[in-house]
């Protein structure tokens, strides 16, 4: 069936380098993608979105790369810092049904950052 | 208040029990989405509600849950006769519309003894 998931469980980088989180998806008919960071005991935080019109997209140290073609998707994270240290998700939205607004959620990946 | 509210935090009942979780949304969001969440798991979708209504209850689990929601704000969770399966964290999201961020409170952590 349809599935979002992502290549590793964990991922563990030294604080000031820069992370790669990679995640596949398999829906075609996705149009919008959402990096979701969740710390121990909170909900999912928002991060950064990205339409399937778009590439790329740059936030605040944080970029999401795009790649429809085989079906990727990937957040990168520049001089990571101990308060990256959480668990990422990806999580991807059907194209537009009307009805259909949910988020598919991928199992998560946990980022930790050496000092 | 600024973000998506949940109550209350924890919850620990006794199998069979009926609870009722509750989810406050950021203001001015139309779209409510409530999920649940297993230990070390993704999130996995419940119902979403688009003002009042609920175009999508696909995600509810069996006919022992249900949601509402009120005045296009504050929406409720109800899980009837509770089972141990139906531990987890319940979190709820809003968002002010398709293909909009969904925001997350920090959830309803539920105990089934």
């Known amino acids: 069936g349809e599935s979002v998931g992502l290549h590793l469980p964990t991922l563990s980088v030294q604080e000031g380098d820069n992370s790669i989180i990679n995640c596949a998806y398999s829906?075609?008919?996705?149009?919008?993608f959402i990096w979701y960071k969740q710390e121990s005991g909170k909900g999912p935080q928002f991060i950064i979105d990205?339409?399937?019109?778009?590439d790329k997209r740059q936030g605040q140290r944080v970029t999401v790369l795009l790649n429809k073609t085989v079906k990727h998707l990937s957040l990168q994270i520049a001089a990571t810092q101990p308060g990256d240290s959480a668990v990422y998700f990806c999580a991807e939205n059907l194209a537009n049904t009307g009805a259909n607004s949910k988020l598919t959620f991928g199992k998560g990946i946990t980022l930790s950052v050496r000092p | 208040g600024a973000g998506v509210s949940q109550s209350p935090s924890n919850k620990v009942t006794e199998k069979g029990k009926d609870v009722e979780l509750r989810c406050d949304p950021i203001?001015?969001?139309?779209?409510l989405y409530w999920y649940r969440q297993s230990l070390g798991q993704g999130l996995e979708f419940l119902i979403y509600?688009?003002?009042?209504?609920?175009?999508?209850k696909s995600g509810l689990p069996s006919d022992r849950f249900s949601a509402e929601r009120t005045g296009g704000s504050v929406s409720t969770l109800t899980i009837q006769r509770t089972q141990q399966e139906d531990s987890a964290v319940y979190l709820c999201a809003s968002s002010l519309g398709r293909r909009q961020p969904q925001h997350f409170g920090d959830g309803t952590r539920l105990s089934i003894l």
């Open positions: 990205i339409r399937s019109n778009m």
């Open positions: 203001s001015g969001h139309t779209a």
């Open positions: 509600f688009q003002g009042n209504s609920a175009p999508d």
């Open positions: 829906n075609s008919a996705s149009d919008y």
